[in-house]
Nanobody
């Protein structure tokens, strides 16, 4: 029973910073790559950042490069997204995701319920 629980969202002013967290359970966390996605009202869900199982490689959407940093602590089964220089267009529900291969079924995505980040003055 995979569980992903996001936290740390809230209201922040433009130019400010926020760190959101995702606590994972129900699987061997250190064996899986993790990702952060976001979705604003009326828009498609988009990939924000990804990190490999050991944290040796990361990738980012062009819109957040240089501002956001994804990291993980495998001892705590937690993945983080540090968001700096926030803009109003970053306002979204932020979701944590893991992709797992299930025999006979294939690749299956597991999602948290999300944490809301609002950037406004």
């Amino acid at each position: 029973q995979v569980q992903l629980v996001e936290s740390g969202g809230g209201l922040v002013q433009p130019g400010g910073s926020l760190r959101v967290s995702c606590a994972a359970s129900g699987f061997t966390f250190s064996n899986y790559a993790m990702s952060w996605y976001r979705q604003a009202p009326g828009k498609e869900r988009e990939l924000v950042a990804g990190i490999t199982s050991a944290g040796s490689s990361t990738n980012y959407a062009d819109s957040v490069k240089g501002r956001f940093t994804i990291s993980r602590d495998n001892a705590k089964n937690t993945v983080y997204l540090q968001m700096n220089s926030l803009k109003p267009e970053d306002t979204s529900m932020y979701y944590c995701k893991v992709r797992k291969f299930i025999p006979t079924l294939g690749f299956t995505d597991y999602w948290g319920k999300g944490t809301l980040v609002t950037v406004s003055s």
